[in-house]
């Protein structure tokens, strides 16, 4: 018989077409009933796996209307708000159960012992949980999917060193000095007034970041901030939608926003960067966060030649300066409004506060010694932290053969620990859980948690956030400045409707009654 060209083309064709059927159907199909199967097994309950959707189109529904449906200002029981599909989950199937993203099953976890594992077990957890929707907020906003953390994070560390830090209170001061100027002619005429906080803060933060990440050149860092603020609402638009696969290649209107975006926040970056580059020799230039990466990353390649897996390309860097932005400025915003909002509804603690601040500094301008005086301040931060943790939850991936415990994990499963509704268990932190009580960490984190794996509002283990430190250091120095010229109360107009978005935020803002000290 002869064999013609068309009839191999064919058969090649018709063989690539099978392959990727298999594929395809042991992506959406096959696999998630394997691990379904193995999850029963081993004792957990969930949902069964519904093609393709699993349980968004339930999780999503459920997510609108909470959101749909304030809940008592003064109340800090917001896991049932903000986690409503959660919270389904735990009353159908207990604490510990599984979900579907997707197909990609995702197994939820409480228990303290199994979270430490997870939080310092590296090598089995080397990348985050990346299912489609994990890539687009990734992709969108930073540009890559998160292999390369382990290199990243060797050479950004010498950046968030306390050392640096003190270099930076200076820019941070000047920018906590604006926002607190435009406060002053707000209230100047009756002594107070009602504001929403929450884009002041939001600019404070933003206005921060720019300065300590460009230094002299911030005023461009402010234009990559509007632009990735921009880019986080679109990316978050598409994450709040039902998943399609291959939508976010098509060339929608919004898509083709993003791609803009993209490329003109990295056209921006890149300038910076040319023109730092140009300057490495000025050492004034070095004392933001750019410039000590870029100076580690000189000496890495002096040292160590340029090589891929141990120095980073200019692409790179520009990832890392999108990072320090989605980071940096969104989780000290959210502690920042979680602290005056409940501050606001706890004016003891925010006389505790007033009065600790005037004891250390009196007329004097905050600096980092007596910054690191402020007990009160500390334990009131961490149990913003605790009850209004700026990540909700954090996911794991397994991508071998893992052993975890008592349990022999399969590739393709991920971990999810809920963050926030672990701080909330009453059985870990007692009947009081809800409740805004920073007594609890007045002797320290580890008396908090009896030691345990229950506190993690910046994660833990190797993949702890690098950059806590100046969190803590910016929250810390703009608190103190706010209570030193303002007292603040709930406003009636204030709506409580905790959400998230990138991290956790007053859906309706922070309404609140500002009045001069």
Request: hydrophobic share 40%; charged share 25%.
């Amino acid at each position: 018989m002869e064999v013609t060209a068309s009839s191999i083309v064919t058969s090649i064709a018709l063989v690539t077409l099978l392959t990727w059927a298999w594929k395809v159907v042991n992506w959406v199909w096959l696999r998630p009933k394997q691990l379904e199967k193995w999850l029963r097994e081993q004792g957990f309950k969930g949902n069964p796996y519904k093609l393709l959707f699993g349980d968004t189109k339930v999780m999503i529904p459920m997510m609108k209307e909470a959101r749909s449906k304030p809940i008592d200002p003064y109340s800090d029981d917001i896991v049932p708000h903000f986690l409503p599909f959660h919270h389904h989950c735990v009353s159908l199937h207990g604490k510990d159960y599984f979900q579907w993203l997707g197909p990609t099953p995702r197994l939820t976890i409480t228990d303290p012992k199994l979270i430490k594992e997870i939080l310092f077990n590296y090598e089995a957890f080397q990348k985050p949980g990346m299912n489609p929707l994990g890539k687009l907020l990734v992709t969108g906003l930073l540009g890559y999917e998160g292999e390369k953390w382990a290199k990243h994070r060797n050479l950004i560390n010498p950046t968030f060193h306390l050392e640096k830090l003190k270099q930076m209170l200076p820019a941070m001061y000047s920018s906590c000095c604006e926002m607190i100027s435009k406060w002053e002619v707000l209230v100047s005429t009756k002594g107070s007034c009602e504001l929403d906080v929450f884009p002041y803060l939001e600019s404070l933060t933003g206005d921060i970041i720019s300065r300590t990440s460009f230094g002299s050149n911030y005023e461009e860092g402010k234009k990559i901030f509007e632009l990735q603020k921009e880019q986080t609402d679109l990316t978050i638009q598409q994450l709040q939608s039902i998943y399609i696969p291959g939508w976010r290649f098509l060339p929608t209107k919004t898509n083709k926003r993003m791609k803009a975006i993209y490329h003109e926040v990295g056209s921006v970056l890149r300038n910076i960067i040319n023109k730092r580059e140009r300057t490495m020799k000025d050492e004034d230039e070095n004392n933001d966060l750019l410039g000590i990466l870029l100076k580690t990353n000189l000496k890495e390649i002096q040292e160590k030649g340029n090589k891929k897996k141990i120095t980073l390309t200019i692409e790179e860097v520009i990832e890392e300066c999108k990072l320090f932005y989605l980071a940096g400025q969104e989780t000290t915003l959210a502690l920042l409004v979680w602290t005056m909002v409940l501050l606001s509804k706890h004016q003891k603690w925010q006389s505790l506060a007033r009065e600790e601040v005037l004891a250390v500094f009196g007329e004097n301008k905050p600096d980092f010694d007596g910054l690191n005086q402020l007990k009160t301040i500390t334990m009131i931060l961490n149990e913003v932290l605790r009850l209004y943790s700026p990540a909700s939850y954090l996911i794991r991936a397994v991508h071998k053969k893992t052993r975890l415990g008592e349990l022999l994990v399969p590739p393709g499963l991920e971990f999810l620990v809920p963050i926030t509704a672990i701080h909330h268990d009453r059985e870990i932190w007692g009947e009081d859980a809800t409740e805004f009580k920073p007594e609890r960490f007045a002797e320290g984190i580890i008396k908090a948690t009896k030691g345990q794996s229950t506190f993690f509002p910046f994660s833990g283990g190797p993949r702890v956030c690098i950059g806590q430190n100046f969190a803590m250091v910016e929250s810390k120095l703009a608190l103190a400045m706010i209570l030193k010229h303002f007292s603040f109360e709930l406003s009636p107009s204030y709506v409580h409707a905790p959400f998230t978005i990138v991290t956790l935020q007053p859906q309706y803002g922070a309404h609140l009654i500002l009045q001069k000290i």
